[in-house]
Each structure stands twice: as C-alpha cells, then as structure tokens.
C-alpha cells in the first residue's frame, strides 16, 4: 500500500510540472504563434524597426538586447540604433562617450538618462560602443514638450532658433483624430478641469520629433532598430504617421510588447496592434 501511495504522489509531481510556463510568446498580427528565429528572419529586410516597449519589463530590455545583438550579426553590422530614452540636445554627449571622449561618469552625469538606465539601456549603448555603431537621441528635450503641454504648438514659436534644431520643423502637423492622441482626452473624461488638449499635443510633438529624426537616419541601406515605449509605435500610429509623412515609403515593421495572464495564445484585444505582438505574464518581475 505505502508503494503504490509513492508511485502515485511520484506520478502527481511529475504531472504536476510538465507543463511549461513560458515567461513569453510571440505572435503576430493575427495572433499566430511564431519562433523568435522567424521573427528575426522577418523583419531583417525592413528600414525601421519599432521595438515597443513596456518600460519596467525585463522581458522586454532582454529582447531588445538579444534582437539587437542577432540583428547585427546578420547584417554584418549594418544597423543603426536610436531611442526615445534619449534627448536631441543630448546627441553630443552621447557621440562623445560612444567614442570614448568621454568617460561613462561625464556621460552619466551630464546626460540626462532615465532612472533605469543602468539596468534596462546601458547594455544597448556599450553594445553599439562596442560595436561602433550610430546611436540617435530622436527623443525632443523634454523642456520643450512641457512648453507644449502649457501653451500649446504656438509655445515653440518663440523659442531662439538653436533650440529648434532640437525639434521637429516647425509648424508641426497634428491630427487630433487619430486614435492615440483622442484616446488621451477620452481617458481623461473623469477629471474634470484637468482635461487638456494640449496633453496629446505635447505627446505629437515627442512623436514628431523622434519621426524626424529617425527620417534623417533611415533608408540609407542600413537597419535602424527604435526602442520606445509601445505607445508611441502601436496601431502603426504615433511616431510612424509622423515617419509616413518626413519619409514615406519605408519599409517599417513594428512589435509592441503586452502584459497578460496566459501567453499560451493572444488576447483579442492585442490583435492588429503591431506586426509582431510579445505577450508577457503578467507576473513576470519589474525593474523599477
């Protein structure tokens, strides 16, 4: 009796794991399963590539590394990286410490980086150190957003012309219309006097900025990889309406990354919301 009572509490432990539990899976736009590999061997032909990001995700930073570092070494080192995470009037500093001008205490005390750099970003910038590779800062000075949300497009036009250079050519177009700015004053409904207009445009303007500066650096033969958070790059709105208009015709694929309690298959809201869909468990640990 005690043998078939071990055989049997064996049995249930050995059940009771075999399942796997995946901390991801990717999917594409209709919600197919596909490998990493493929998704490699996809989107190695595009112009641009949106890495949608959540920000605290270390899924997603890990990724990013991974994809990056594959991507390089299948395009013999024709890539060039840029990142939300990174102010235009910070691009000298950054190109001096990519080129070892400066020490990485000047760089870290002298830019102004995000409070998880060290842990989520540093790894892509002394990847592309590493490897020489072209960083772009495409993010807009976040003093200048901030005139935006107060005052308006109007706000910039009083701003001397060095610092316009650090922002996409003025007037800028918008459309209030478009699902991820009019989304914004929907979920701000419940606030009262709080709601704005100028919240979506100050996003338009950070999404124009990093479309214009992408543009600059894009369709020359070599693979430009974007991080930002997926905000900015799903529903193929946001930085790529903008990307459309400074430089269309680029081949641009996107992958927005999504929390979920089963990544075993996608969940329908998720469809159509990028080329590629990462789905992440929801329990999955934070960086910050």
């Known amino acids: 009796m005690k043998k078939l009572l071990l055989i049997a ?39 641009v590539v949106f890495f949608g990001e959540l920000h605290n995700n270390p899924i997603c930073h890990w990724l990013q590394f991974e994809l990056t570092n594959d991507l390089y070494n299948l395009k013999d080192g024709n890539i060039t990286l840029g990142a939300e995470m990174f102010e235009s009037d910070n691009q000298l500093i950054l190109n001096e410490y990519l080129t070892g001008q400066i020490s990485e205490k000047s760089f870290k005390k002298e830019a102004r980086l995000w409070p998880n750099y060290s842990t989520d970003y540093a790894p892509l910038v002394e990847f592309a ?86 543009a600059g650096q894009s369709g020359n033969g070599k693979l430009f990889i974007h991080y930002n958070g997926s905000y900015h790059s799903d529903n193929f709105e946001s930085i790529l309406w903008y990307l459309n208009i400074y430089k269309p015709g680029l081949r641009i694929v996107t992958i927005s990354s999504v929390e979920q309690k089963d990544v075993n298959s996608l969940n329908k809201e998720y469809l159509k919301r990028a080329n590629y869909i990462i789905a992440i468990s929801e329990s999955m640990t934070k960086t910050y």
């Open 129 to 214: 150190k590493d490897s020489n590779l072209i960083f772009v800062a495409t993010n807009i000075p976040r003093r200048y957003a901030s005139v935006v949300y107060k005052r308006g497009f109007e706000g910039l036009d009083n701003l001397e012309a060095q610092a316009k250079l650090y922002i996409a050519p003025l007037p800028v177009e918008y459309d209030s219309s478009l699902s991820c700015y009019a989304s914004m004053i929907e979920g701000m409904g419940g606030m009262g006097g709080h709601v704005t207009e100028t919240l979506p445009m100050a996003q338009a303007i950070k999404d124009a900025t990093m479309a214009f500066n992408i």
């Open 9 to 47: 509490l064996l049995f249930a432990t050995i059940t009771g794991f075999k399942n796997d539990k995946p901390a991801y899976r990717i999917f594409d736009e209709n919600a197919k399963k596909i490998k990493y590999s493929k998704l490699i061997d996809d989107i190695s032909d595009a112009d």
